[in-house]
């Protein structure tokens, strides 16, 4: 019997900061739906989902999907097909964590990340065990832009501390943040 995933995913495309600290929606990436999809079913996470509230956003996401889903791209490469099945579109986060919420009666514990270090940050090897405990869905989220809004992370049950190299430059792709997070957390050790 396989164990339930207890994590989950999500890549806020709203609400985020743009370089002159205004609230916006930034635009889905081809690249960031297939690597972190690719990535999340690696690690054995529960769902992928993209948050915008954007309905050209959304309708081109679903396009995407649809070709690798049920298209051409399905048959041609049935491995991506496989990955991008745990990919689900959202308007909102309180709707992911709704969604999450009904399949396991529970509220997800949220868990940010940030390139900025924060007072209650939590360790990867801490968040680990609570991950490996098994007993609650930990809803992962990642943001686009230039980062997820201060309301996000105030109301975070948790912030993961920064992946940080040994240089002052802290500008990781989202998807090579999210490859690096997921491996940290749960990666074969």
Same mark, same amino acid.
């Given at each position: 019997?396989? %164990? ?11 609400? +985020?900061?743009? @370089?002159?600290?205004? +609230? +916006?929606?930034?635009? *889905? #990436? ?14 054995? =996470?529960? $769902?992928?989902?993209? =948050?915008?509230?954007?309905? %050209?956003? !959304?309708?081109?996401? %679903?396009?995407? *999907? ?8 399905? !048959?041609?490469?049935? @491995?991506? %097909?496989?990955?991008?099945?745990? +990919? ?9 964590? @709704? ?12 868990? /940010? #990340?940030?390139? @900025?270090?924060? $007072? ?8 680990? $065990? *609570? /991950? $490996? ?6 809803? *992962? ?26 240089? !002052? ?21």
């Amino acid at each position: 019997m396989t %164990k339930r995933a207890n994590i989950y995913l999500a890549l806020l495309h709203y609400p +985020v900061y743009d @370089k002159n600290e205004r +609230v +916006v929606s930034t635009a *889905l #990436t081809n690249l960031d739906i297939h690597d972190i999809a690719r990535t999340a079913k690696t690690f054995g =996470v529960g $769902k992928y989902y993209l =948050v915008t509230p954007l309905r %050209k956003q !959304q309708i081109l996401a %679903k396009r995407i *999907l649809s070709h690798w889903r049920s298209g051409f791209g399905a !048959q041609y490469n049935p @491995k991506r %097909k496989e990955a991008l099945e745990l +990919v689900a579109i959202s308007d909102s986060l309180n709707d992911v964590c @709704k969604d999450i919420h009904s399949h396991w009666g529970l509220k997800p514990k949220t868990v /940010i #990340t940030d390139a @900025k270090v924060f $007072k209650r940050s939590i360790g990867y090897l801490d968040l680990r $065990k *609570l /991950i $490996k405990e098994g007993s609650q869905p930990y809803l *992962l989220l990642l943001g686009t832009g230039w980062g997820v809004t201060n309301d996000v992370i105030n109301d975070s049950d948790y912030v993961l501390a920064p992946i940080r190299g040994d240089t !002052q430059y802290y500008h990781l792709s989202v998807r090579s943040a999210a490859a690096i997070i997921l491996d940290r957390l749960l990666g074969m050790k």
